[in-house]
């Protein structure tokens, strides 16, 4: 079993930055690869990037260029750097942790991007 737990969600001006941080416990060895995703109210759980054992990243189109997912093996963390931030970024972001066959979830954390 992986436990998740993701902060630095909070309030951010348009055109600011947030860093939000996943730190993973438990059986994390069978962990494949871990990513961002967000639900706005109403909306579906999207992803937003992911990045890969081998530390290959991929990321939604509507955040290239000014999203950054990075991770820390000693501290067993995944970051996302959230760069110039828009309204649509608003959301509560939830990190998922990739084993075979199943994702393990945190509660989320909310970002609020006031238009």
């Known amino acids: 079993q992986v436990q998740v737990v993701e902060s630095g969600g909070g309030l951010a001006q348009p055109g600011g930055s947030l860093t939000l941080s996943c730190v993973v416990s438990?059986?994390?060895?069978?962990?494949?690869?871990m990513a961002w995703y967000r639900q706005a109210p109403g909306s579906r759980r999207d992803v937003v990037a992911v990045?890969?054992?081998?530390?290959?990243?991929n990321y939604a189109n509507s955040v290239k260029g000014r999203f950054t997912i990075s991770r820390d093996s000693a501290k067993n963390t995944v970051y996302l750097q959230m760069n110039r931030l828009k309204p649509e970024d608003a959301a509560d972001y939830y990190c998922?942790?990739?084993?075979?066959?199943?994702?393990?979830w945190g509660q989320g954390t909310q970002v609020t991007v006031p238009s």
């Open positions: 998922g942790a990739g084993s075979s066959g199943s994702v393990s």
């Open positions: 438990g059986n994390i060895h069978g962990i494949v690869s």
């Open positions: 990045i890969a054992g081998n530390g290959i990243t």
